[in-house]
């Protein structure tokens, strides 16, 4: 690669202080003394930044920004396809689901996070450019933090910020804040959207525990599951006996100051065959990444996940089957939809564990910034249990990989006419309206699913 040299002054050396390639002054010598850097650099070679640690995202890439108690926060979208019929409302009820003070059992901060479009959408559809969504902030209480300014919450990212950065924004704990997830959930709404349109896809997610109150698995049909039954009661649990024992679990801390965490499981139905890459992309990869990236979470498994280590291999392995539709299923589904890092067809199924709120009004033992041992009782609004609200924000990375992914499969693998011996249509919704892939005279026959 062709590079070139260049001479930088340095501590208010002028231009003919310069010196030549190989050290010899090109001033006489009863100049002031400077001192330069020789510097290498690419001269075809693009620059490109990237926002460290808010950008996700290969091919439908999603930029958050914003924090708790700024002017308000939300995201940049990039990759989104064109032609995608598009509003505020395909936003606002996720957004609505993820919203603080919708009960008793949530944060008590009262916030409408109203959504707005800004740029990427013209007359109602998606352009193909950035799409930009802002929420505003409307009810800050900074002085709150006041404390907390001083003395770090333990567990909480406090210390860590100030170990890495230096310094922090104190108010609402700035970027570690659940507010950030606005961005991931708006941005995860476009993506579901895509998904339900393109190939069928629906993303569903429930509380399945709380505290010790744990729902049991076979109470919960993921074939026939709905948002109405996810939706039914404030804790987001569908179903209504288990709902109540985990609403009481909350009442029971919230009242005392303190907090308690839970398991949010999360389902894929009709997810297109071939997601994901072997190696380093595998797809429970990918959606492990993005679900443990979101505030709180402290484990992550799918399909039969540490309970499988029980299992012998004849008792784990999924045995196939061919259906009516010659199509190649499994009788049991412990791999949870994704053999060798690539989806399969079946539902895929996946669980996020959630820790207890780290911001409790439960006087603890910490240290101030001067390292001073003192303690704490923290203030703010603050939810003494985020499963709850956590439902949409594990929706909204689950749909973020799944695009994402569908993305990078598309285009490699369906250029050319796909193999109907072996490979789906890829768009369901497309075989259900009789649009196939063009035969060729290597595969002159195409099944639809």
Same mark, same amino acid.
């Given at each position: 690669?062709?590079?070139?040299?260049?001479?930088?002054?340095?501590?208010?050396?002028?231009?003919?202080?310069?010196?030549?390639?190989?050290?010899?002054?090109? $001033?006489?010598?009863?100049?002031?003394? $400077?001192?330069?850097?020789?510097?290498?650099?690419?001269?075809? *070679?693009?620059?490109?930044?990237?926002?460290?640690?808010?950008?996700? +995202?290969?091919?439908?890439?999603?930029?958050?920004?914003?924090?708790?108690?700024?002017?308000?926060?939300?995201?940049?979208?990039?990759?989104?396809?064109?032609?995608?019929?598009? $509003?505020?409302?395909?936003?606002?009820?996720?957004? /609505?689901?993820?919203?603080?003070?919708?009960s008793r059992i949530t944060t008590p901060r009262k916030?409408?996070?109203?959504?707005?479009?800004?740029?990427?959408?013209?007359?109602?559809?998606?352009?193909?450019?950035?799409?930009?969504?802002?929420?505003?902030?409307?009810?800050?209480?900074?002085? /709150?933090?006041?404390?907390?300014?001083?003395?770090? !919450?333990?567990?909480?990212?406090?210390?860590?910020?100030?170990?890495?950065?230096?310094?922090?924004?104190?108010?609402?704990?700035?970027?570690?804040?659940?507010?950030?997830?606005?961005?991931?959930?708006?941005?995860?709404?476009?993506?579901?959207?895509?998904?339900?349109?393109?190939?069928? @896809?629906? %993303?569903?997610?429930?509380?399945?525990?709380?505290?010790?109150?744990?729902?049991?698995?076979?109470?919960?049909?993921?074939?026939?599951?709905?948002? /109405?039954?996810?939706?039914?009661?404030?804790?987001?649990?569908?179903?209504?006996?288990?709902?109540?024992?985990?609403?009481?679990?909350?009442?029971?801390? !919230?009242?005392?100051?303190?907090?308690?965490? +839970? %398991?949010?499981?999360?389902?894929?139905?009709?997810?297109?065959?071939?997601?994901?890459?072997p190696v380093f992309d595998k797809l429970e990869g990918?959606?492990?990444?993005?679900?443990?990236?979101?505030?709180?979470?402290? +484990?992550?498994?799918?399909?039969?996940?540490?309970?499988?280590?029980?299992? @012998?291999?004849?008792?784990?392995?999924?045995?196939?089957?061919? /259906?009516?539709?010659?199509?190649?299923?499994?009788? @049991?589904?412990?791999?949870?939809?994704?053999?060798?890092?690539?989806?399969?067809?079946?539902?895929?199924?996946?669980?996020?564990?959630?820790?207890?709120?780290?911001?409790?009004? *439960?006087?603890?033992?910490?240290?101030?910034?001067?390292k001073q041992e003192t303690e704490l009782i923290a203030?703010? !609004?603050?939810? &003494?249990?985020?499963?709850?609200?956590?439902?949409?924000? %594990?929706?909204?990375?689950?749909?973020?990989?799944?695009?994402?992914?569908?993305?990078?499969?598309?285009?490699?693998?369906?250029?050319?006419?796909?193999? &109907?011996?072996?490979?789906?249509?890829?768009?369901?919704? $497309?075989?259900?309206?009789?649009?196939?892939?063009?035969?060729?005279?290597?595969?002159?026959?195409?099944?639809?699913?």
């Open positions: 690669m062709a590079s070139s040299v260049l001479a930088k002054p340095f501590l208010g050396a002028s231009a003919a202080d310069s010196v030549s390639a190989f050290g010899s002054p090109a $001033s006489d010598l009863g100049r002031r003394p $400077s001192l330069l850097f020789l510097i290498r650099t690419p001269s075809s *070679r693009k620059l490109q930044i990237k926002a460290a640690g808010s950008t996700f +995202g290969t091919h439908f890439r999603v930029t958050t920004f914003g924090e708790s108690h700024g002017g308000g926060v939300g995201c940049i979208v990039d990759g989104c396809p064109p032609r995608l019929p598009l $509003s505020e409302a395909d936003l606002q009820l996720d957004l /609505d689901r993820r919203r603080p003070g919708q916030e409408t996070d109203t959504c707005r479009i800004y740029l990427g959408v013209s007359d109602g559809v998606t352009t193909g450019t950035p799409i930009m969504v802002l929420v505003p902030n409307t009810d800050q209480r900074g002085h /709150d933090y006041s404390e907390m300014s001083i003395a770090y !919450r333990p567990s909480h990212a406090d210390a860590t910020y100030d170990m890495k950065y230096g310094v922090r924004s104190v108010q609402g704990g700035g970027r570690s804040s659940a507010r950030e997830t606005i961005g991931r959930v708006a941005s995860g709404a476009i993506a579901k959207k895509i998904l339900k349109e393109f190939s069928g @896809t629906e %993303v569903f997610a429930y509380v399945s525990q709380v505290h010790d109150v744990e729902l049991p698995q076979e109470l919960v049909d993921h074939e026939t599951l709905t948002l /109405d039954q996810i939706e039914s009661n404030i804790v987001r649990c569908p179903d209504p006996v288990y709902a109540e024992k985990m609403i009481a679990a909350i009442d029971a801390v !919230r009242v005392r100051g303190d907090s308690v965490g +839970g %398991v949010v499981t999360c389902i894929v139905r009709n997810a297109p065959r071939g997601l994901g890459s990918l959606l492990a990444k993005a679900a443990l990236s979101l505030p709180a979470t402290k +484990g992550f498994e799918f399909g039969s996940g540490f309970a499988g280590t029980y299992l @012998t291999g004849s008792q784990h392995n999924d045995e196939f089957w061919v /259906d009516e539709n010659r199509r190649i299923r499994t009788r @049991t589904n412990r791999s949870g939809g994704i053999q060798g890092g690539i989806s399969n067809g079946e539902i895929i199924n996946m669980r996020v564990a959630f820790k207890p709120t780290s911001t409790i009004g *439960r006087k603890q033992h910490t240290v101030t910034r001067e203030r703010g !609004r603050h939810d &003494p249990c985020v499963v709850p609200r956590a439902v949409p924000m %594990v929706e909204a990375m689950v749909a973020l990989v799944l695009v994402d992914q569908l993305m990078a499969h598309y285009a490699q693998c369906y250029l050319f006419p796909i193999n &109907p011996e072996l490979q789906d249509s890829l768009s369901l919704s $497309s075989a259900r309206r009789g649009i196939e892939f063009a035969p060729s005279e290597e595969y002159p026959r195409h099944n639809k699913l």
